[in-house]
């Protein structure tokens, strides 16, 4: 991974996302953040969507629980 350039790492993310594999996405992600040609937009965004996916991945709704 740590060949591709950050927007590059971003659109596969993107990609992976969209087609719902979330674990891989979630890495390509946290790898376009640390890229060191990464901006701070890409860095933002990539952050925000790993945060998301976890939010989402870890939704649990407590009145379907206990009918």
């Given at each position: 991974?740590?060949?591709?350039?950050?927007?590059?790492?971003?659109?596969?993310?993107?990609?992976?996302?969209?087609?719902?594999?979330f674990?891989?996405?979630?890495?390509f992600?946290?790898?376009?953040?640390?890229?060191?040609?990464?901006?701070?937009?890409?860095?933002?965004?990539?952050?925000?969507?790993?945060?998301?996916?976890?939010?989402?991945?870890?939704?649990?709704?407590?009145?379907?629980?206990?009918?």
């Open positions: 991974m740590s060949a591709d350039s950050a927007k590059e790492l971003l659109e596969k993310a993107e990609e992976l996302r969209r087609n719902c594999r674990g891989e996405a979630i890495n992600y946290r790898a376009a953040a640390q890229a060191p040609d990464a901006s701070e937009d890409i860095k933002r965004k990539s952050l925000a969507s790993v945060e998301l996916m976890q939010e989402i991945n870890g939704f649990v709704n407590v009145d379907l629980m206990n009918p």
